[in-house]
């Protein structure tokens, strides 16, 4: 039998990754058979046979998977790998995106997911540091995405606690393709388009590669799909559509109470207010999913400049790139949020009240708040390579990416120029507002009526928000690679590589100008940045101990270290050990432990006092005096809250960095089975168990974890009641009850939501894959399998609190604070069929059954069945250099579920499919 390292290499090339076939792939081996060619596989500097002969558990999927999910962007593609999960950003995210699009492996945290391309660093997403937006990956440059299950910081640094995810471009491209797709929901919206051009040539000196893509993504709006069309509350054992406290006309509630009031539109009397009644329909003038346009250029060139013989030969490459992102965000009309006061002399003041008012008023006049972004990126690599003599790889590389971001927020509030409109003897003394009323007749505005904010009201009392997020990455790499021909005690010499990496990183946010002065509401004035800059120095050794052995096909251990030197942080040493044993050429098991650290982010560290919405459960929220809790009870009592009161679900808090942050640490280790069975080449199966545990992590308390905790203690005795500071805080009007705590619609208000080192994670699991193709029939036949078992999901806020375990349910995340499913099971299958000029494939999705981890009593909907999606895709290639390709992505157009504790449009949006049954088509043509 053949025991030679390529021999391994082709019998292994299916199913060492953990679904690394598509159906372009089947004959992989075949190819191989043909060229082995040296590659460095993600997770390792040290090249491999293949990249599927890696020790370290490696997902790899090719530029035909990507193709075959009828995705446009990469986002929707990898967020729905069983491997990722909590709480992602993209399309389905409006309030709070900024159009970013980010992934998260293992439910870690997207800032804990290194995203490389090429085996370099992008910039970070403007303030977000260290989190890639994926908007700005064209999908049409995609070769594959290999990705790195395991902690890598001893290979890669910072940020790779819970993995990596490497794209690797069309670099050898030649010839030209041309592609267009489009496609569009079974409800006519959400129309998605892309066109991409792609050039290649190249001669036995060098090779260059352009491409150019465009992609356009139109708005879907949460008023027009059923479980959207209103935001739903429960009250009674009923669910209502309640929307929002703040409304039109204004709720209003007495400055000596918290009783609250509402003129009915209708009769025009005065009565109490219902929020079942009379809440504000926010969804109506909401996405669901949120436009977006991309445009981008992407080059990539070498050429071998010299070939110094008996020295070494030297290569330059470049990698060029630009994006531009258009992207938008459109939420229901502002409010005021921040209570202001209404004097008795306003000309609607209600009759029968003798003393000046509170309002939540919803400002429906102004259409709504819309979040623009004009984003461009610029990244530009340029470097040299070689080998050596001995057949040592060398390589020197200049990385530099910028990015810049141009918002543009309409319909913000100037809630100094609001107050004057309310006050008629303020808007007299102001010129401008005297004049904006004078067309109404009246002196001041009425909000206790409907359609009374005139377009002249809105010039004045509205302001535009223009702030500009900037942010810059510069890498400098030297890396060697090499081996210890004359030490081999195999066939396989000893393999090292060393390296070294200057990195620096630097964000900058301008706020707006009137925002500095404090006259937007709710928006941040205050200008922040920062820098940091590192020294790394890195070393990788692979020593194949035993080969071709009976009961040892191969005996490989491998080990790595970092050290790093940040100017914030100071130094950190990581190591990492590998071992791969195969007691048969069939069977191999592979094991991992790495130590890891991340580095706090610049927002981590230098991000201002931040006010923040935040969806939360108020325990008083429609209580029951004689079924809660009694310290519950009490203390609702205590502020003032009867029961059966219903309360909002959002409660405005405090973000904000702190700059004596350390590093967080981490541990990993994976256990791993390979089977390639002998009796047939095209069959594989994959087992790897992984534990990841993080200690000082950087987050925060969520607010459901700071209001619930505060209202099980006894008089509010529990330190997490210092954490809420009260409305004042946010700059918003208190209750009258309870002014340290809530705002006058009597929610929770200024909670603090700093970063600290004060938490820890932990997760265990098992990653499963299988592949297989056969012939059957006339054709072939295949299967690509990856599932996803989540054992525990674990996470401490600080030494003081419990831990809680998010495995198999949903719940607030800590990582993001908001809503998202964490299921035990995670399931990616891809059946496929290939005869003659077509092919066929259908891919099943899978997310396990979860439950509400924190449900209160009455709680209606706090259990999500198991949920599958269906996708259909169709190929077509009769003609030379023609390929058709059709489908349908959920096909039997799968619901998001209602729970009672949802995130955004009664569902978990970020967890769930919103859009429904889509239809996609595309044509390529190659030449």
């Not at 000046?356 to 972004?373: D, N």
């Not at 009323?437 to 009392?461: C, D, H, I, K, R």
């Not at 990581?574 to 050990?577: I, K, L, N, Q």
């Not at 700059?731 to 929610?747: E, H, K, M, V, W």
């Given at each position: 039998?053949?025991r030679?390292?390529?021999?391994?290499?082709?019998?292994?090339?299916?199913?060492?990754?953990a679904?690394?076939?598509?159906?372009?792939?089947?004959?992989f081996a075949q190819?191989?058979?043909?060229?082995?060619?040296?590659?460095?596989v993600?997770?390792?500097?040290?090249?491999?046979?293949?990249?599927?002969n890696?020790a370290?558990?490696?997902?790899?999927?090719?530029?035909?998977q990507?193709?075959?999910?009828?995705?446009?962007?990469?986002?929707?593609?990898?967020?729905?790998i069983?491997?990722?999960?909590?709480?992602?950003?993209?399309?389905?995210?409006?309030?709070?995106?900024?159009?970013?699009?980010?992934?998260?492996?293992?439910?870690?945290?997207?800032?804990?997911?290194?995203?490389l391309?090429?085996?370099?660093?992008?910039?970070?997403?403007?303030?977000a540091?260290?989190?890639?937006?994926?908007?700005?990956?064209?999908?049409?440059?995609?070769?594959?995405?290999?990705?790195l299950?395991?902690?890598?910081?001893?290979?890669?640094?910072?940020?790779?606690?819970?993995?990596?995810?490497?794209?690797?471009?069309?670099?050898?491209?030649?010839?030209a393709e041309?592609?267009?797709?489009?496609?569009?929901?079974?409800?006519?919206?959400?129309?998605?388009?892309?066109?991409?051009?792609?050039?290649?040539?190249?001669n036995?000196?060098?090779?260059v590669m352009?491409?150019?893509?465009?992609?356009?993504?139109?708005?879907?709006?949460?008023?027009?799909?059923?479980?959207?069309?209103?935001?739903?509350?429960?009250s009674?054992g009923?669910?209502?559509?309640?929307?929002?406290p703040?409304?039109?006309?204004?709720?209003?509630?007495?400055?000596?109470?918290?009783?609250?009031?509402?003129?009915?539109p209708?009769t025009g009397?005065?009565?109490?207010?219902?929020l079942?009644?009379?809440?504000?329909?926010?969804?109506a003038?909401?996405?669901?999913v949120?436009?977006?346009?991309?445009?981008?250029i992407?080059?990539?060139?070498?050429?071998?400049?010299?070939?110094?013989?008996?020295?070494?030969?030297?290569?330059?490459?470049?990698?060029?790139?630009?994006?531009?992102?258009?992207s938008d965000?459109?939420?229901?009309a502002?409010?005021?949020?921040?209570?202001?006061?209404?004097?008795?002399?306003?000309?609607?003041?209600?009759?029968?009240?003798?003393?000046?008012?509170?309002?939540?008023?919803?400002?429906?006049?102004?259409?709504?708040?819309?979040?623009?972004?004009?984003?461009?990126?610029?990244?530009?690599?340029?470097?040299?390579?070689?080998?050596?003599?001995?057949?040592?790889?060398?390589?020197?590389?200049?990385?530099?990416?910028?990015?810049?971001?141009?918002?543009?927020?309409?319909?913000?509030?100037n809630?100094?120029r609001?107050?004057?409109?309310?006050?008629?003897?303020?808007?007299?003394?102001?010129?401008?507002?005297a004049a904006?009323?004078?067309?109404?007749?009246?002196?001041?505005?009425?909000?206790?009526?409907?359609?009374?904010?005139?377009?002249?009201?809105?010039?004045?009392?509205?302001?535009?928000?223009?702030p500009?997020?900037r942010?810059?990455?510069?890498?400098?790499?030297?890396?060697?690679?090499?081996?210890?021909?004359?030490?081999?005690?195999t066939?396989?010499?000893?393999a090292?590589?060393?390296?070294?990496?200057?990195?620096?990183?630097?964000?900058?946010?301008?706020?707006?100008g009137?925002?500095?002065?404090?006259?937007?509401?709710?928006?941040?004035?205050?200008?922040?940045?920062?820098?940091?800059?590192?020294?790394?120095?890195?070393?990788?050794?692979?020593?194949?101990?035993?080969e071709?052995?009976?009961?040892?096909?191969?005996?490989?251990?491998?080990?790595s270290?970092?050290?790093?030197?940040?100017?914030?942080i100071?130094?950190?040493t990581?190591?990492?050990?590998v071992?791969?044993?195969?007691?048969?050429?069939?069977?191999?098991f592979?094991?991992?432990?790495?130590?890891?650290?991340?580095a706090p982010?610049?927002?981590?560290l230098?991000?201002?006092?931040?006010?923040?919405?935040?969806?939360?459960?108020?325990?008083?929220?429609?209580?029951d005096a004689?079924?809660?809790p009694?310290n519950?009870?009490?203390?609702c009592?205590?502020?003032?809250i009867?029961?059966?009161?219903?309360?909002?679900?959002?409660?405005?808090?405090?973000?904000g960095?702190?700059?004596?942050?350390?590093?967080?640490?981490?541990?990993?280790?994976?256990?791993g089975?390979?089977?390639?069975?002998?009796?047939?080449?095209d069959?594989?199966?994959?087992?790897?168990?992984?534990n990841?545990?993080?200690?000082?992590?950087?987050?925060?308390?969520t607010?459901?974890?700071?209001?619930?905790?505060?209202?099980?203690?006894?008089?509010?005795?529990?330190?997490?009641?210092d954490?809420?500071?009260?409305?004042?805080?946010?700059?918003?009007?208190?209750?009258?009850?309870?002014?340290?705590?809530?705002?006058?619609?009597?929610?929770?208000?200024?909670?603090?939501l700093?970063?600290?080192?004060?938490?820890t994670?932990e997760?265990?699991?098992?990653?499963?894959?299988?592949?297989?193709?056969?012939?059957?029939?006339?054709?072939?036949?295949?299967?690509?399998?990856?599932?996803?078992?989540?054992?525990?999901?674990k996470?401490?806020?600080?030494?003081?609190?419990?831990?809680?375990?998010?495995a198999?349910y949903?719940?607030?995340?800590?990582?993001t604070?908001?809503i998202?499913?964490?299921?035990?099971?995670?399931?990616?299958?891809?059946?496929?069929?290939?005869?003659?000029?077509?092919s066929?494939?259908?891919?099943?999705?899978?997310?396990?059954?979860?439950?509400?981890?924190?449900?209160?009593?009455?709680?209606?909907?706090?259990?999500?069945?198991?949920?599958w999606y269906?996708?259909?895709?169709?190929?077509?290639?009769?003609?030379?250099?023609?390929?058709?390709?059709?489908?349908?992505?959920?096909?039997?157009?799968?619901?998001?579920?209602?729970?009672?504790?949802?995130?955004?449009?009664?569902?978990?949006?970020?967890?769930?499919?919103?859009v429904?049954?889509?239809?996609?088509?595309?044509?390529?043509?190659?030449f």
């Open positions: 039998m053949d030679t390292r390529l021999s391994r290499a082709i019998k292994g090339a299916i199913a060492a990754a679904v690394s076939t598509s159906f372009s792939s089947v004959s190819d191989t058979q043909a060229e082995v060619e040296e590659i460095v993600t997770g390792s500097r040290i090249q491999r046979a293949t990249d599927t890696s370290t558990p490696i997902s790899v999927f090719d530029a035909a990507l193709e075959q999910s009828g995705q446009t962007t990469l986002e929707d593609f990898l967020q729905d069983p491997s990722m999960t909590g709480g992602q950003l993209g399309s389905s995210v409006n309030n709070g995106s900024a159009g970013l699009a980010t992934v998260s492996l293992r439910g870690l945290g997207s800032s804990r997911t290194l995203i391309m090429n085996g370099r660093r992008l910039s970070s997403s403007g303030g540091t260290g989190v890639v937006d994926l908007n700005t990956i064209p999908t049409s440059i995609i070769e594959r995405v290999e990705i299950r395991d902690g890598a910081s001893t290979i890669y640094g910072s940020d790779a606690i819970a993995g990596v995810i490497n794209i690797i471009t069309k670099k050898g491209f030649e010839g041309l592609t267009a797709d489009y496609g569009s929901s079974t409800h006519g919206d959400g129309d998605e388009y892309l066109a991409a051009v792609t050039f290649g040539t190249g036995d000196k060098g090779h352009l491409n150019a893509q465009y992609t356009k993504r139109d708005d879907i709006w949460q008023g027009d799909r059923r479980f959207s069309e209103c935001p739903l509350g429960e009674g009923n669910v209502l559509c309640i929307g929002s703040t409304t039109i006309p204004a709720r209003f509630s007495p400055l000596s109470n918290n009783d609250q009031f509402i003129v009915d209708v009397e005065v009565e109490d207010f219902d079942a009644r009379y809440g504000y329909n926010f969804a003038a909401s996405y669901l949120t436009p977006q346009e991309v445009a981008s992407y080059g990539y060139g070498t050429y071998e400049l010299w070939d110094w013989e008996d020295v070494t030969t030297i290569r330059g490459f470049s990698e060029l790139s630009f994006v531009n992102r258009r965000q459109l939420m229901a502002e409010g005021t949020f921040w209570a202001p006061e209404v004097p008795l002399t306003n000309p609607g003041f209600p009759a029968g009240f003798n003393e000046p008012v509170t309002i939540g008023r919803r400002l429906a006049e102004t259409g709504g708040r819309s979040f623009t972004q004009d984003l461009n990126t610029w990244r530009g690599v340029v470097g040299l390579e070689g080998e050596f003599c001995n057949e040592w790889t060398w390589d020197l590389s200049y990385n530099y990416s910028r990015w810049i971001d141009s918002q543009i927020d309409r319909g913000r509030a809630t100094i609001f107050e004057n409109l309310l006050d008629p003897a303020a808007c007299a003394a102001d010129p401008d507002c904006a009323v004078a067309e109404t007749g009246e002196t001041a505005w009425n909000p206790f009526a409907e359609n009374s904010l005139s377009p002249a009201m809105q010039q004045y009392a509205l302001v535009t928000n223009s500009i997020e942010a810059r990455l510069r890498s400098f790499q030297a890396n060697l690679v090499g081996d210890f021909g004359e030490w081999a005690l066939g396989e010499a000893p090292w590589a060393i390296g070294y990496e200057n990195r620096s990183e630097t964000t900058e946010i301008i706020p707006d009137a925002a500095e002065i404090g006259q937007i509401y709710f928006v941040n004035g205050d200008a922040w940045g920062g820098s940091y800059s590192v020294d790394e120095f890195y070393g990788e050794v692979r020593v194949p101990v035993l071709g052995r009976p009961w040892a096909d191969i005996l490989a251990f491998e080990a270290f970092r050290y790093s030197d940040y100017n914030t100071g130094s950190d990581t190591f990492g050990a071992i791969e044993y195969a007691p048969l050429e069939q069977l191999r592979r094991g991992t432990y790495s130590e890891g650290f991340r982010g610049l927002d981590d230098f991000l201002t006092p931040t006010v923040s919405a935040e969806t939360y459960t108020d325990p008083c929220n429609d209580y004689d079924e809660d009694v519950v009870v009490a203390n009592m205590a502020d003032g009867a029961p059966g009161t219903t309360i909002g679900t959002q409660a405005t808090g405090l973000f960095g702190n700059p004596d942050l350390n590093a967080e640490t981490s541990e990993s280790y994976t256990l089975i390979v089977w390639t069975p002998t009796f047939t080449d069959m594989g199966f994959t087992l790897d168990y992984f990841i545990s993080i200690d000082d992590a950087i987050g925060t308390l607010t459901n974890t700071i209001v619930n905790g505060c209202y099980e203690s006894a008089n509010f005795s529990s330190p997490l009641c954490l809420i500071t009260g409305a004042p805080a946010v700059g918003t009007s208190p209750s009258a009850d309870a002014p340290q705590r809530r705002a006058s619609d009597l929610t929770i208000a200024g909670q603090l700093n970063s600290q080192n004060v938490s994670f997760t265990s699991g098992v990653d499963l894959g299988f592949d297989y193709s056969m012939e059957m029939g006339p054709g072939i036949f295949t299967v690509n399998a990856t599932a996803t078992y989540l054992h525990e999901w996470y401490r806020a600080s030494a003081d609190d419990p831990t809680i375990d998010l198999g949903y719940g607030a995340d800590p990582v604070t908001a998202v499913a964490f299921p035990e099971w995670k399931l990616y299958t891809t059946f496929g069929y290939e005869y003659d000029c077509w066929a494939f259908t891919t099943v999705r899978m997310l396990g059954e979860v439950d509400d981890f924190d449900p209160q009593a009455g709680d209606l909907a706090t259990h999500i069945d198991t949920t269906q996708d259909v895709n169709f190929n077509y290639f009769r003609w030379e250099n023609i390929k058709i390709t059709g489908g349908i992505r959920n096909v039997w157009n799968q619901q998001p579920p209602y729970v009672t504790n949802y995130d955004d449009m009664n569902t978990l949006m970020r967890s769930y499919d919103t429904g049954r889509f239809f996609y088509g595309s044509v390529t043509f190659q």
